[in-house]
């Protein structure tokens, strides 16, 4: 039983890492987490939805190869994420930054939310504020009861 | 105020009709990438020139004050649709007033000249970029790839896949024409 559990709990482990190729992995393991992490926020240019980390295009090993030797030379986190935007574009983030070109991308849900809830609340609040039929007016009484009485009399 | 609620509508169909527009689109592809490339310099890389070819190397600095407008193909003799763009290329250095400028990219030395040696070499100059770094350095997300670039070293338009068929050529003649008024503008 424990033998199968060790079993299925390595399987898990391997599971994502396929596209990394062994000569790609560095000996440093703090580089490696790193470069892991970094490569999971970088999207591949052939395969357009998977990160370089686990895509198996050409590019993407090349650029998972670029990403270890920048962290090898020193390069911080941001500095390498700089070197691959420099070539392909905030593109490549799956979290594009926050700058004006970016504006629409990041207030584009917030604004519908805002808009289709206001529009909701202005429908909701007219269809409250429709106003009760008006009363009848003291003449209008008067006149109804002479109807009705006469109406009594003639049954 | 109830008027412009009555107005709501509308104007949803109007937006909604508009995205559709514009996504729908057979002409759009959703899958271009935009380049960070254009209107900036030439990348930094210095090629060699593919072994047993007489074709010099190239290097960002051939690209700095080239006679005529430059035209940089990315190819690969493992590329098929590089074999169909090859005629194109040829007859574009024939009839127009530029350079082709090559780049073998990942290719084996011998591949690529056996190729050339089939195909005919149109290529002024051809870089062997055996590892690929240059094309990272130029963004490229595939062969094949064709850029112009400019006499002092901007670039100028990128096409991504192969310039094969009327539509695809004319579009390119057309971007050569755009970039060839624009330098002149400058100069």
């Known amino acids: 039983m424990r033998l199968i559990l060790i079993a299925a709990l390595l399987w898990m482990s391997v599971g994502p890492a396929l596209a990394v190729e062994p000569d790609e992995v560095l000996s440093d393991p703090v580089l490696e987490a790193r470069a892991r992490a970094l490569s999971k926020e970088l999207r591949c240019v052939v395969c357009q939805n998977q990160d370089i980390d686990s895509s198996n295009a050409g ?37 594009p930054p926050f700058k004006p070109l970016n504006y629409v991308l990041w207030f584009a849900p917030f604004v519908l939310v805002l808009f289709g ?15 009760p039929t008006a009363a009848l007016t003291e003449d209008e009484d008067k006149l109804l009861n002479e109807y009705l009485a006469e109406d009594r009399k003639t049954q | 105020m109830t008027r412009l609620f009555a107005a709501i509508p509308f104007a949803i169909v109007v937006v909604l009709g508009g995205v559709f527009l514009w996504g729908l689109n057979p002409d759009r592809d959703p899958n ?16 060699p020139p593919v072994p047993g070819l007489e074709t010099p190397g190239l290097a960002q600095d051939d690209l700095n004050g080239a006679p005529k407008l430059a035209v940089v193909n990315v190819f690969a003799s493992w590329c098929v649709p590089c074999r ?104």
């Open chain 1, 59 to 95: 590019v993407a090993r090349d650029l998972r190869l670029i990403v270890r030797e920048r962290l090898v030379a020193g390069d911080t986190d941001e500095e390498v994420l700089d070197y691959v935007v420099a070539r392909y574009g905030d593109y490549v983030l799956f979290r």
């Open chain 2, 32 to 47: 271009e990438i935009p380049s960070v490339l254009i209107s900036q310099p030439v990348p930094a890389f210095e090629l």
């Open chain 1, 117 to 131: 809830g206001g529009v909701a609340v202005a429908v909701l609040r007219g269809r409250r504020s429709v106003e």
């Open chain 2, 84 to 187: 169909a763009e090859h005629g194109v290329l040829t007859g574009l250095r024939k009839n127009e007033d530029i350079l082709l400028f090559g780049i073998n990219y990942k290719d084996k030395p011998e591949d690529a000249t056996r190729w050339l040696a089939d195909l005919g070499n149109p290529y002024d100059r051809i870089g062997s970029d055996l590892n690929g770094r240059a094309g990272i350095e130029w963004g490229i997300s595939g062969v094949p790839e064709t850029f112009i670039v400019s006499q002092d070293g901007v670039v100028l338009h990128r096409t991504v896949g192969p310039i094969v068929g009327d539509e695809a050529v004319a579009k390119f003649k057309a971007a050569l024409a755009a970039a060839r008024t624009a330098t002149e503008g400058k100069s």
